[in-house]
């Protein structure tokens, strides 16, 4: 079973709603990662965080906002989405950046 | 643009034989490599990570790193029915880029 936990693990929600995706690691890791996975499509990266401050935004949206609290939370803030934003979220982390990456669960997020 | 190549399949092995599942890539700085297995609707799960040539062996998967030739592979032995899933390659040059191929789906027949 992985390390890294996500809630919830699927989600619906109206284009007007906000919701949050979670994210928490217990090994000590340093560096958590946001990801974006479409059907038939590999992993596209969306954001870094390295010791607790964002590192990397691959041209994301702003409706995506993510957020550290600290070492072993993630947070993926949502607002106003749009229907192709439905897609299977995955967090990361790895214990250093550019160490090997592990991935939660996921969560399945559909936008109606 | 650097890439990760892979044949989307699916592959078709019978149960018991030797599975190789094959990743190309175009980015000479890759220094690390890694195989991730994703059954259907779930989350990729790291299989094997390599850096050096040669051969690395976890018990009935062997990854193999040709960087002259930029290729990788991963030979999955005494291949099972639970094996089916589709397998991502993926690249690093040490950063926190990984770079992805689109996957080999692979079926074990029973």
């Known amino acids: 079973d992985t390390e890294v936990t996500q809630t919830p693990k699927h989600l619906v929600m109206g284009m007007t709603n906000k919701k949050s995706l979670k994210c928490e690691q217990h090994?000590?890791?340093?560096?958590m990662y946001w990801y974006k996975q479409k059907a038939k499509k590999p992993p596209e990266l969306m954001f870094v965080?390295?010791?607790?401050?964002?590192?990397i935004n691959e041209s994301v949206p702003s409706r995506f906002s993510p957020e550290c609290p600290n070492s072993s939370l993630l947070n993926l803030h949502l607002h106003a989405l749009q229907p192709e934003d439905s897609a299977l979220y995955l967090c990361a982390s790895s214990h250093l950046l550019g160490n090997t990456i592990y991935f939660g669960e996921g969560s399945w997020l559909t936008v109606v | 643009q650097k890439e990760v190549e892979q044949n989307s399949g699916p592959l078709s092995v019978p149960e018991g034989a030797i599975a190789s599942l094959n990743c190309t890539y175009s980015d000479r700085v890759s220094q690390s490599f890694f195989w991730y297995r994703q059954y259907s609707g779930k989350s990729p799960e790291l299989i094997m990570s390599?850096?050096?040539?040669g051969d690395k062996e976890d018990g009935r998967f062997t990854a193999q790193l040709n960087k002259a030739s930029q290729y990788v592979s991963l030979l999955i032995r005494d291949s099972q029915p639970s094996d089916s899933a589709t397998y991502l390659c993926?690249?690093?040059?040490?950063?926190?880029?990984?770079?992805f191929g689109t996957g080999t789906r692979l079926k074990v027949l029973a």
């Open positions: 965080y390295s010791y607790e401050k964002l590192s």
């Open positions: 993926a690249a690093s040059s040490g950063t926190y880029k990984y770079i």
């Open positions: 390599i850096y050096s040539n």
């Open positions: 090994m000590g890791h340093r560096a």
